[in-house]
């Protein structure tokens, strides 16, 4: 059987599309794993937390600080494993005091600072994306970027979400699972 030229361009779009399509579940089942992968770690305790790699190592995104908000006061924490505690001067040994009082003040505390620290700086690397930032002013939501372009949110619950900007990108958002979306810019 001799196919004519509609009967040809026919399988092509369909092949063509075929590819898209498989595409496109690939990017499903890879971001539902990524999800499903995060979610065996404690990721929560980056709610209140932004950090970015600085370097990599051994494959993995390494940071050389931390920012947290307590109480709405913000508390840039070093890596202790490049900035040790004993070597910091006196402006920032008092910074990391007054974060220490903060976090005992929040009434979950219950471990060393340079233990808190190094636990988020090991998480950020266990979960191993360049940049995490974790918000819960309004909601609770969590932004894990992997690159500039690809974002995995976390929200606690989208009805509190305020962000005019969060919200357009919600629009075109994907939902994976119950809690999170893939934003591809």
Known sequence: MKLDQNGKNMIRVSFILFIVLLGSCNQDFEALVEVDRIEQVDFER??????????????KNIAHYYEEEINGKSYRVANSKYYPYSALNADLRSA??????????KGNYNESVEKRSQ???????????????????????????YNEN???YYFEDLT???CELTKSKLEKAQRVKE???LVVD
Do not use: P
């Open 160 to 162: 509190k979400v305020q």
């Open 46 to 59: 980056l709610a209140n937390v932004h950090i970015r790699a600085r370097t990599k190592k051994d494959g």
């Open 150 to 152: 690809i974002h995995l």
């Open 119 to 145: 636990s988020i700086f090991d998480l950020f690397s266990d979960i191993n994306y360049s940049e995490i930032y974790g918000d819960t002013q309004y909601c609770k939501c969590i932004r894990f970027d």
């Open 96 to 105: 990391l005091e007054s974060y220490e009082e903060e976090l005992m003040n």
């Open 179 to 181: 809690h999170w979306y």
